[in-house]
């Protein structure tokens, strides 16, 4: 009996995930809020390696979804295309780069003093709220940026600095990228689009 109820807490994890992970929310501070209210019966390292293998089913519908776009090898695209498709990789690599470096650099640090339910649930209440502040301010906002082909190198390392908030649990990586491409002049449209490619990485 123990062991169908640990399947059915696993059922809600995944659940969780599955629902968050293609939101401007987080995720992994939603799955932390989770397990302090459902406890697994499980040890600290394998929670670590389980919060990484669960968004496996969420980075393979990424891959499937974006694989031809983000493909500069398919046959099926023109020399302009494959060249654009570089570039975007480029842009996505120079977005990755600040929150990979400053990332390992304060790992212990972060996961002694940040990973609490009290910070995650905070973050996830100040970020809604700027979503619902900045939609607002944005309704009649013609952007500059359309396409996120119209993204710059340099915007793509700005967008890297806002995704450095993302490192404070309970802040969406996806959620903090939009929010600071839409803040550089990005629509939504450029700004989801280069998000959810970045999740390729």
Sequence with gaps: MSGFLEFL????FGLVEGFTEWLPISST???????NIVNLNASEDFMNVFRVVIQLGAIMAVVVL???RLNPFDPRKTEKQRLSTWHLWI???????????????????LDKYLYTPYVVAAMLIIYGVLFIVLEKHNEFVDFPIKKVSQISYINAFYIGLFQLLSLIPGTSRSGATILGAMLLGCSRTAASGFTFSSEFR
Aim: hydrophobic share 60%; aromatic share 6%.
């Design 9 to 12: 807490k696993i059922v809600v």
């Design 29 to 35: 501070g939603h799955l932390i809020l989770v397990e």
């Design 66 to 68: 974006y694989f031809r």
């Design 91 to 109: 842009k996505i690599i120079i977005a990755c780069l600040p929150s990979a470096v400053v990332g390992i650099l304060l790992d212990e640090i």
